[in-house]
């Protein structure tokens, strides 16, 4: 996982905002008590004026007495709870507020991200892959083969439709799971409607459930970015630097529907620096494209269509139109 610093900062002001106001209303419990029950301010300083003697006795090593002043400020502390409790507090009132307790709100226990820091990062990352609501429906939990046919056998694969997505399903469960380990990457074609879309879905949801950060941008979407970096006057520098340090550097980026962009000198170079720069830092990239591998040399250079063949996994997806064997079925239902 990997966040940016912007990204971090952004998390962590959070727990600074949580921290900043619960501290503020224990000081207003505080406040109110002092004014509603004097006594225990009195047991207050009490309690603080043993506290000072507690540490210099144990600095003393006189253990003996240093256990009894434990037990003299456990007693007060009771007394005080008792007497919050008579009054229709809770025992607990002037304790510090925490929303999460393990932690007590900084995000880590020792030196390990507590568990309300890796839901949030989770959260966060659903919210800037830019998929959130569609992860819902379409992941691996909703993965059928029952739109693939078994009834031929595909020339280019050897397989029969269904037999192929049955070894692309098992492909994809490992990269989803690796893909941080290994550096690898996919490049899923075939015709339109056959899944390649919902299959990618299916990985960027397995990988954010893993805290991974994953962008996930259409071809268009992507060049759009990339455009208003370089030409765009409007956005400052700070943006530009940190969408594009984000595209370069996530842990899993996704490119869909590659081809459907409009393609020139300019999205080809970009395309080629983006595909270059993550395969240097081995960082792993999805590509889907609906184009033949005649058409992605012509259209992006054999240089491009060079790197792509020999640095990622190829997984072609075969069988009908799924969109339309369901809106077929739908009209007919």
Do not use: W
Not at 290 to 306: K, P, V
């Amino acid at each position: 996982m990997q966040l940016l610093n912007e990204q971090y900062n952004f998390l962590y002001a959070e727990y600074n905002e949580t921290q900043t106001k619960n501290n503020r209303l224990l000081l207003e419990r505080q406040k109110e008590i002092r004014s509603t029950l004097p006594e225990i301010g009195e047991l207050d300083r009490t309690i603080a004026d043993l506290s000072v003697s507690l540490v210099k006795t144990a600095f003393d090593g006189m253990n003996a007495d240093v256990e009894k002043l434990k037990k003299e400020i456990a007693a007060i502390s009771r007394k005080k709870e008792s007497i919050l409790v008579q009054n229709g507090y809770p025992a607990d009132y002037l304790q510090p507020v925490y929303r999460c307790a393990d932690c007590r709100d900084t995000g880590y226990i020792g030196n390990e991200k507590c568990h309300c820091f890796k839901t949030k990062i989770v959260e966060y990352l659903y919210e800037q892959s830019n998929i959130q609501d569609m992860l819902e429906t379409e992941n691996f939990t909703f993965f059928s083969e029952d739109c693939y046919p078994d009834d031929y056998i595909e020339e280019t694969t050897g397989l029969t439709p269904r037999e192929n997505i049955q070894k692309i399903h098992r492909a994809a469960l490992y990269f989803s799971e690796n893909f941080d380990r290994t550096g690898d990457n996919l490049l899923l074609y075939g015709n339109t409607g056959v899944g390649k879309t919902f299959l990618t879905h299916c990985i960027a949801k397995r990988a954010l459930d893993r805290c991974h950060t994953v962008v996930y941008l259409t071809s268009p979407g992507l060049f759009d970015i990339l455009e208003k970096n370089k030409f765009d006057k409007d956005i400052s520098s700070i943006e530009k630097s940190a969408a594009v340090s984000y595209i370069l550097n996530c842990d899993l980026l996704i490119i869909d529907d590659l081809g459907t962009e409009l393609c020139n000198s300019f999205t080809v170079s970009q395309l080629h620096q983006v595909i270059d720069m993550r395969l240097v830092h081995r960082k792993s990239t999805i590509i889907s494209t609906n184009l033949s591998f005649d058409d992605l040399r012509e259209q992006y250079s054999e240089r491009i269509f060079s790197r792509i063949t020999s640095s990622y996994s190829l997984l072609k997806l075969t069988g009908d139109d799924i969109r339309l064997k369901k809106a077929i079925a739908a009209r007919h239902s």
